[in-house]
């Protein structure tokens, strides 16, 4: 497609929830990127998959969190048994290459709210 | 690792003014630096990135020069306006990180 597209926009959970969120990076990126964006925060890494490669996990904050990244396109983000501290914005981005010569485009992110 | 650190807002302008947000980083080795800007309700955008020493990344208005000599990489526009208001991502990724690393971002709000 012509951007990342991220799905759903929203959601809102109970506690205790699991939750999968959805990107469809850009046609022919071979990068993706998940990060989370907490009220007042910064953006915070999560996880990165390039090509065929084992993904770098290292940002995950919990074993609760899991991704996958099927046929190099579409990922998806698995948050089990949700707590409230999950409550953030969940960005994707995806890019061409390595990120220091081309940076990211982002998707608009899923708004995630845990009650 | 990576870090970066950008001056904390919110940052209020009257229109037309002149903006400047700071940026500092650290980094092992050269890093790439980016400014990302996230209008209301809408994902990050790439503003403008500089790859190397001395270079200047421009767009819409606004500029910021790789100073490697300070680790810095302000942000400034001339004459901003009330379609500017949104926050702004300073980032960097350098050649051993496969990912960017970002500030905490800067709320603008321009009033007319």
């Known amino acids: 497609g012509a951007g990342v597209s991220q799905s759903p926009s929203n959601k809102v959970t109970e506690k205790g929830k699991d939750v999968e969120l959805r990107c469809d990076p850009i046609?022919?990126?071979?990068?993706l990127y998940w990060y989370r964006q907490s009220l007042g925060q910064g953006l915070e890494f999560l996880i990165y998959?390039?090509?065929?490669?084992?993904?770098?996990k290292s940002g995950l904050p919990s074993d609760r969190f899991s991704a996958e990244r099927t046929g190099g396109s579409v990922s998806t983000l698995t948050i089990q048994r949700t707590q409230q501290e999950d409550s953030a914005v969940y960005l994707c981005a995806s890019s061409l290459g390595q990120a220091t010569n081309y940076g990211y485009t982002f998707g608009s992110g899923t708004r995630l709210t845990v009650v | 690792g990576d870090s970066v650190t950008q001056m904390e807002g919110p940052v209020t302008l009257s229109e037309e003014a002149f903006l400047t947000i700071n940026c500092t980083y650290t980094a092992t080795g050269y890093p790439s630096l980016f400014w990302y800007v996230q209008y209301p309700g809408e994902g990050l955008q790439l503003l403008l990135k500089a790859t190397k020493a001395d270079d200047k990344g421009s767009n819409k208005g606004f500029e910021a020069t790789y100073r490697k000599e300070t680790t810095s990489f302000h942000l400034e526009k001339g004459s901003v306006q009330v379609s500017d208001s949104a926050v702004y991502f300073c980032a960097s990724s350098s050649g051993s990180a496969r990912q960017l690393t970002f500030g905490s971002g800067t709320q603008l709000t321009v009033l007319p």
């Open positions: 046609s022919g990126h071979t990068a």
């Open positions: 998959f390039q090509g065929n490669s084992a993904p770098d």
